[in-house]
């Protein structure tokens, strides 16, 4: 993690913020120290704290209570209790004095954390604080966002958390901007405070923050693995499996006078924490001046419960029942009624993407797509951020490399509302000037960091040697620093009015609806929507034909990233399949990448493999990351191991495993209602039918071991292979 500035930013933060208690002591520990650890301690360590007295099983899913309980019986019965001995460490001084820490690091803008000393989890003002949090600093409608963000322009991004562990935390602010402004950015950030502190709260502000909690409590509940983890954290924490439903109830009672005096409490600059992580070569500047300040759910729930407790219309079946129709206009509809929530998520997908990029500005969709909910003929961008937030919903859009378009998730008693700017912001987007300009310093503020994550910098590597620069897979999705400053409005309004349009598009709606009252209602808010589709392409991909390797060489990184390509299969051909279970045969923990290159010989820091998918052959793609000493043997070693996975058929145990693991993700990702709602429109649009995942599965059970290994055989080629290595 050395290279990583998101990481080595937060344990920063936590060594500068605490001085005594164990938090500021990396999680992963410390390198002297670990090469240090001899097996006895590994093994001391698993006696003192693996008992069961220390651990607790939380079963969620479709099972039988006894049944299971039998069977938790039968194999952990045996595990005997133990003396748990006590963990004695240090706790944290009153912080009486600011702090700060500034360090150079291989980024290309400034990050910048403001910490102040919060709560634990079991704190009367937790609840309050939490508000506050989300008041401040939580989606385009908080404070911080709108000022610094939208009205001064003088960030990329803000953010406010409120961390609390079993210890005292953080109240946390995240500042992403250009080193020049920082100061003047986080006087802005304590005037705002200042205003939390002694000024009126709206109702609206209240409303909206508690509006999210409850959301999100309701999302979180869609997953077996949400609920799983809200029950066995909440045991552990705090000692109540249920906390979760009384932090609801809590947060609900909380009034503009307790966060006023949670920001009075806890926004002390006197106590704050600054961190601050500055491009390489940076100067410091001189402060901005700025003005002298002063230092100084119950009915819900019970729904909820009673609702999860109800197998929706159609659940136990192995394929869901979903009604297609077509509204009015052609647009394909898909609506899966599931009631088992009050939730509703809708997806509205239109093909296009980078790959249809090749006529216009690289960059252009990317930022089209943002635009889509910054304005239209009778909403700002405010008004449709803050109309989802308000009701604790979200209106996201996505850009993929051959889809893009817009969600929503609300509450069932919030559909109305959904359609009704849906309909809106898909048929009448403006493209306001003001808000252009808005989105392009964000756009390339985005392009500028891209690259500091050391993966998605070596991954964009690896692309342009794969695709080539001029092919829109090649590059960044986002553009670059001088086409984004070239994209003009009218650039942005002819690829919207080309791609935005019914006939090529499909509508998704998953959740607890009635279907035809649903469908009537987006008839009839787009009833005019009537053009029809004028996108050019796709782009077509290159085949690998020869052996291409490429050096990438980056000066003072500690690490080396070697990514090894092949052509990849067929998207959604059994081809595809037997290559994601031949992933799961060789890659993941415990599989032979793992435990030769990283267990036995001690070469990866990391290591793994995946398929790219697309509607045209993409890649088949290795990666490892190793000390760059040895980056040789590194590529040596990780050849030698796939060639041998070409001439060795996997065992029974090890093909079982993989394909268990593929069935399981598939079951696992497809559990939310809007994940359900997007996957349906993307394998509509790109031609393998929204009934795929769900077919998909069966093919995967029925894969042999000469399938995964014909597969294997196939693609490998070691004579039309991409080698990429980025490092110093």
């Not at 992580?277 to 729930?301: C, I, V």
């Not at 003929?377 to 817009?406: D, H, L």
């Not at 890659?587 to 030769?596: D, E, I, Q, S, V």
């Not at 191991?641 to 593929?662: C, F, G, H, M, Y």
Request: charged share 30%; with cysteine.
């Amino acid at each position: 993690g050395e290279d990583s500035p998101g990481r080595q930013l937060w344990q920063t933060t936590m060594a500068t913020a605490y001085l005594k208690h164990p938090f500021r002591v990396p999680v992963i520990g410390y390198l002297s120290l670990f090469n240090s650890l001899t097996r006895d301690d590994l093994v001391q360590y698993y006696k003192d704290r693996y008992v069961p007295n220390n651990s607790i099983c939380v079963i969620v899913g479709d099972f039988d209570a006894k049944e299971a309980k039998a069977k938790v019986e039968k194999a952990f019965g045996p595990w005997k209790r133990r003396a748990l001995k006590p963990v004695v460490y240090e706790t944290e001084p009153l912080q009486v004095a600011p702090r700060e820490m500034e360090r150079e690091f291989a980024v290309k803008k400034t990050s910048c954390y403001l910490a102040y000393p919060s709560m634990s989890m079991t704190h009367k003002d937790l609840f309050a604080t939490d508000v506050l949090s989300l008041i401040a600093g939580r989606g385009k409608t908080s404070r911080l966002y709108r000022r610094l963000v939208e009205k001064e322009q003088i960030v990329e991004s803000v953010a406010t958390s409120n961390w609390t562990p079993e210890d005292p935390g953080l109240f946390l602010v995240t500042l992403v901007c250009d080193y020049d402004k920082l100061e003047r950015a986080i006087e802005m950030v304590e005037e705002e405070f200042e205003k939390l502190k002694n000024g009126p709260i709206s109702d609206k502000e209240l409303n909206r923050a508690k509006a999210i909690v409850v959301s999100g409590t309701v999302r979180q509940r869609e997953t077996i693995e949400g609920i799983a983890g809200s029950i066995g954290s909440s045991e552990l924490r705090v000692g109540n499996p249920e906390f979760d439903d009384y932090y609801d109830a809590e947060i609900k009672k909380v009034t503009a006078e307790q966060v006023r005096a949670a920001a009075r409490k806890y926004l002390v600059a006197q106590r704050r924490n600054k961190v601050v992580f500055k491009p390489k070569g940076t100067k410091a500047g001189k402060a901005a001046k700025g003005k002298d300040k002063k230092l100084s759910r119950k009915e819900l729930l019970a729904q909820l419960r009673e609702r999860a407790n109800k197998r929706g219309s159609g659940e136990k079946s192995h394929m869901p029942k979903v009604w297609e129709t077509k509204l009015g206009n052609g647009l394909k509809t898909l609506v899966y009624e599931r009631p088992r929530l009050p939730l509703v998520a809708i997806a509205i997908s239109f093909k296009g993407g980078t790959r249809y990029e090749q006529n216009y500005s690289p960059g252009t969709v990317s930022f089209m797509t943002e635009m889509l909910v910054k304005g239209t003929n009778k909403r700002t961008a405010e008004e449709i951020a803050e109309s989802f937030e308000n009701v604790g919903g979200s209106i996201p859009v996505v850009v993929y490399s051959e889809i893009f378009g817009v969600r929503a998730i609300v509450l069932k008693d919030h559909l109305d509302l959904a359609v009704d700017v849906l309909s809106d912001v898909v048929m009448n987007s403006t493209f306001p000037e003001k808000e252009v300009e808005k989105q392009r310093r964000l756009q390339l503020a985005a392009v500028k960091t891209e690259r500091d994550q050391p993966f998605s910098n070596a991954l964009l590597n690896f692309k342009e040697v794969r695709f080539g620069k001029n092919h829109p897979w090649g590059r960044s999705s986002l553009g670059t620093e001088k086409s984004v400053k070239a994209i003009k409005r009218a650039e942005l309004l002819r690829y919207y009015k080309a791609a935005c349009t019914p006939d090529n598009a499909v509508l998704s709606i998953v959740g607890d609806v009635d279907k035809e009252a649903v469908v009537k209602k987006f008839n009839d808010k787009m009833r005019a929507w009537q053009s029809r589709c004028g996108l050019t392409g796709p782009a077509k991909a290159k085949t690998i034909t020869k052996v291409k390797e490429k050096k990438f060489p980056e000066p003072g990184k500690k690490q080396m990233f070697i990514l090894l390509g092949f052509e990849g299969a067929d998207f959604g051909s059994d081809d595809e399949l037997a290559l994601e279970v031949y992933n799961n045969v060789v890659g993941g923990m415990g599989n032979r990448l793992f435990r030769n290159l990283r267990g036995l010989k001690s070469l990866a820091y990391q290591v793994g493999c995946w398929h790219s998918s697309g509607s045209e052959k993409q890649s088949q793609l290795f990666y490892l990351v190793t000390d760059p000493k040895r980056t040789d043997e590194a590529i040596s070693s990780l050849e030698e191991e796939l060639k041998d996975s070409q001439v060795k058929l996997p065992d029974r145990d090890t093909l079982q495993r993989a394909i268990n693991k593929v069935v399981g993700a598939t079951a696992i990702d497809l559990q939310e209602n809007r994940a359900l709602a997007a996957t349906f429109a993307y394998h509509e649009l790109l031609g393998t039918g929204w009934k795929f995942p769900f077919e998909k599965n069966a093919k995967v059970a029925a894969m042999t071991a000469d399938d995964v290994l014909a597969a294997a055989k196939k693609y490998l080629n070691f004579n039309k292979k991409i080698l990429v290595t980025v490092g110093p």
